[in-house]
């Protein structure tokens, strides 16, 4: 990890004038100084404000990479009142609902469209995707509660989430030695280590 975040530094240092950096810290930091924008933060309310920022993409702007969470991720997966996965009863896999069909089918099945948002009926109970619960979920943080949490205004909670979903490219591909790939050029790196990022 260690390594991946010195090449990580080395790349923001060579292309410098094509990235913005925003540091969320409560110190103006090395980092913080360095930054084009620093946003002092409550200390230890990090969590609210990451989870704010979900919100907003997610609930208010509608950016979030569909298509590779509905293929490479469990967020199609249904899940029932109790919190646990609803699997077919025969094969115990959990089961994905098919908007194309209508119907619940085993994740690994051939599936037209699978559901990442909704609420479905299968087996006479109530079901909705993993990312659905998500999205319900981080409703808990809307960018005035964040703000309140955090001491971050909550104009500033939206216009972070809008740059960073802009910056993030969804629906780009690059391609690298011939194979294309989704083109994703925005991080977050939340962890104090040696690099302090």
Same mark, same amino acid.
């Given at each position: 990890v260690?390594?991946?975040t010195?090449?990580a530094?080395f790349?923001?240092g060579?292309?410098?004038?094509k990235?913005k950096?925003v540091?969320?810290?409560p110190f103006?930091?090395?980092?913080?100084?360095?930054a084009d =924008?620093?946003i002092?933060?409550?200390p230890g309310t990090d969590?609210?404000?990451?989870?704010?920022?979900v919100?907003v993409?997610?609930?208010e702007?509608?950016?979030?990479d569909a298509p %590779?969470?509905?293929?490479? +991720?469990n967020a199609?997966?249904l899940?029932?009142?109790?919190?646990?996965?609803?699997r077919?009863?025969?094969?115990?896999k959990?089961?994905?609902w098919?908007?194309?069909?209508?119907?619940?089918k085993?994740?690994?099945?051939?599936?037209?469209?699978?559901?990442i948002l909704?609420?479905?009926?299968?087996?006479?109970?109530?079901v909705?995707?993993?990312f659905?619960i998500?999205?319900d979920?981080?409703?808990?943080?809307?960018p005035e =509660?964040v703000s309140?949490? +955090?001491?971050i205004?909550?104009?500033?909670?939206?216009r972070?989430a809008k740059? %960073?979903?802009?910056?993030a490219?969804?629906?780009s591909?690059?391609?690298?030695?011939?194979? =294309?790939?989704?083109?994703?050029?925005?991080s977050?790196a939340?962890?104090r280590?040696?690099?302090s990022?």
């Amino acid at each position: 990890v260690f390594s991946d975040t010195m090449h990580a530094a080395f790349e923001l240092g060579r292309n410098r004038e094509k990235v913005k950096v925003v540091v969320v810290d409560p110190f103006c930091t090395h980092a913080g100084s360095m930054a084009d =924008e620093w946003i002092p933060i409550r200390p230890g309310t990090d969590a609210a404000f990451l989870l704010g920022l979900v919100n907003v993409l997610i609930n208010e702007l509608g950016i979030y990479d569909a298509p %590779f969470l509905k293929n490479l +991720t469990n967020a199609p997966y249904l899940v029932g009142a109790e919190g646990q996965y609803v699997r077919d009863p025969g094969t115990r896999k959990p089961l994905i609902w098919d908007t194309a069909e209508g119907v619940a089918k085993p994740f690994d099945a051939s599936v037209g469209d699978a559901a990442i948002l909704g609420t479905y009926r299968v087996r006479d109970q109530q079901v909705r995707p993993a990312f659905q619960i998500l999205a319900d979920q981080v409703r808990k943080y809307p960018p005035e =509660e964040v703000s309140r949490i +955090t001491s971050i205004p909550a104009a500033t909670v939206r216009r972070i989430a809008k740059e %960073f979903g802009e910056a993030a490219s969804i629906g780009s591909t690059i391609t690298i030695d011939g194979e =294309e790939l989704p083109y994703r050029p925005a991080s977050v790196a939340w962890y104090r280590g040696l690099s302090s990022h």
